[in-house]
């Protein structure tokens, strides 16, 4: 018995319509291996720690004088001046690492009946001057010695401390980013090797910020900044690896 051409063209059909699912599902098939391949990831964090010293010191040394006439406050304060001046420079400084940070003069009267019809004036001028050197070591035996000044006469107000700052941090980043990338890789093997997977390439990864602070205590800044020479950077990246 001859088949008909129309029996012929559906079986023609059939045939190219399963050809079509299987290999379909074929493609299926792969793409969910894939996605699920990306799904199995775990999440390390990696730490980089270094220990530095400031590379600039920032002296802002406030001062005062206080009176009923602004000719005898001034000279208190130019004298005041002049000893800090001289100070700085025994210890090596030379006019161009000192500058005057600020100046302000606050005057009023005082109209107390006891004082006569007039009152009385009282003036007030603050002054600072800032010592900005990368003599670090030097700066800090001035501070230290310090009060050679007070027993000049030179009454310091609070917060004439020295602040050092670690600037060359741009120096220290790429190694201590590969450090941290590798801390974190061997946090992922090792879960890996817990769980019976092994680590593949990086899925995605976030570099946070960098840290300086004192060498013994906690907090910092990205630019650094301490009462202390003695720092450390310290930088903590995330990464995500894919698991095999």
Do not use: C
Request: proline fraction near 2%; charge should be positive.
């Amino acid at each position: 018995m001859t088949d008909s051409p129309r029996a012929n063209s559906l079986v023609i059909a059939a045939a190219i319509l399963a050809g079509g699912m299987i290999a379909g599902g074929g493609w299926l098939g792969h793409n969910i291996a894939e996605t699920r391949l990306a799904d199995r990831s775990v999440t390390v964090r990696g730490l980089a720690e270094r220990d530095v010293t400031a590379d600039l010191a920032t002296w802002t040394l406030a001062f005062s004088s206080t009176g009923n006439d602004v000719a005898p406050v001034q000279a208190k304060i130019d004298r005041d001046t002049a000893a800090i001046r001289a100070y700085l420079k025994r210890y090596g400084f030379a006019d161009a690492e000192v500058a005057t940070a600020g100046v302000s003069v606050n005057q009023w009267v005082d109209n107390n009946p006891a004082y006569g019809t007039e009152g009385r004036r009282n003036v007030t001028v603050r002054q600072r001057l800032q010592l900005r050197t990368t003599k670090v070591m030097d700066a800090r035996r001035a501070a230290a010695g310090v009060s050679e000044l007070v027993r000049a006469g030179v009454a310091l107000e609070e917060g004439s401390n020295v602040t050092y700052s670690f600037t060359r941090l741009e120096s220290v980043k790429p190694a201590m980013i590969a450090t941290a990338t590798r801390d974190a890789r061997r946090g992922a093997e090792q879960f890996a090797k817990d769980s019976g997977s092994g680590v593949g390439g990086i899925k995605h990864a976030a570099q946070g910020y960098f840290s300086v602070g004192p060498r013994d205590g906690e907090g910092g800044s990205e630019r650094g900044g301490a009462d202390t020479p003695f720092q450390k950077v310290r930088v903590v990246t995330t990464i995500d690896f894919y698991l095999d």
